[in-house]
T-cell receptor
Framework: AQKVTQAQTEISVVEKEDVTLDCVYETRDTTYYLFWYKQPPSGELVFLIRRNSFDEQNEISGRYSWNFQKSTSSFNFTITASQVVDSAVYFC???????????FGQGTTLQVKP | DAGVTQSPTHLIKTRGQQVTLRCSPKSGHDTVSWYQQALGQGPQFIFQ???????QRGNFPDRFSGHQFPNYSSELNVNALLLGDSALYLCASSWGQPQETQYFGPGTRLLVL
């Protein structure tokens, strides 16, 4: 069975701090895809990144970076120099090959205080 | 470039009633997926439609049904509403293969009284 665990329910930081959101996944499939989405209070899920299981290169996009480690089944997300606008619920999700089903974690609520 | 749109934005129904939610995919997308998100939870996959057929279904009862039209828009129907159906219903669209990135709409908030 596939599963995504986001152990951190809520994180609170002060603006300009770095913060890492953890994501651990479970699957027996060798081909799978990992995603991060951001959900602001408006409710719409905003796509941030997609990685496939064959590409373990870390990725950086502006203040965002992702660390994918197959050895520990983790796909962690770091925000550098956090800003108030980063406050949202962040979801990690998994899909396995040839399925359209996204399996989401419970989400991590990030609060960035000014 | 229009994103995914959903209607209505909010809806209030009573137990036992039926509801229809609508979704228009992002321009160029041919696949629509529906998710249910209860308060404080991650979204749960209901089903995915491609070429007007249900391609995959999650663990939801038959009260949940859907349809995809030739223009790729989609409807989600829920019959015999229960209090537990109160949730945010999210539509996502994608193109081509099932594992492609899904882009979400703003959702429909359904309250069942």
């Amino acid at each position: 069975a596939q599963k995504v665990t986001q152990a951190q329910t809520e994180i609170s930081v002060v603006e300009k701090e770095d913060v890492t959101l953890d994501c651990v996944y479970e699957t027996r499939d060798t081909t799978y895809y990992l995603f991060w989405y951001k959900q602001p209070p408006s409710g719409e899920l905003v796509f941030l990144i997609r990685r496939n299981s064959f590409d373990e290169q870390n990725e950086i996009s502006g203040r965002y970076s992702w660390n994918f480690q197959k050895s520990t089944s983790s796909f962690n997300f770091t925000i550098t120099a956090s800003q108030v606008v980063d406050s949202a619920v962040y979801f990690c999700a998994l899909s396995v090959s040839n399925t359209g089903k996204l399996i989401f974690g419970q989400g991590t609520t990030l609060q960035v205080k000014p | 470039d229009a994103g995914v749109t959903q209607s209505p934005t909010h809806l209030i129904k009573t137990r036992g009633q039926q509801v229809t939610l609508r979704c228009s995919p992002k321009s160029g997308h041919d696949t629509v997926s529906w998710y249910q998100q209860a308060l404080g939870q991650g979204p749960q996959f209901i089903f995915q439609y491609y070429e007007e057929e249900e391609r995959q279904r999650g663990n939801f009862p038959d009260r949940f049904s859907g349809h995809q039209f030739p223009n790729y828009s989609s409807e989600l129907n829920v019959n015999a509403l229960l209090l537990g159906d109160s949730a945010l219903y999210l539509c996502a669209s994608s193109w081509g293969q099932p594992q492609e990135t899904q882009y979400f709409g703003p959702g429909t908030r359904l309250l069942v009284l």
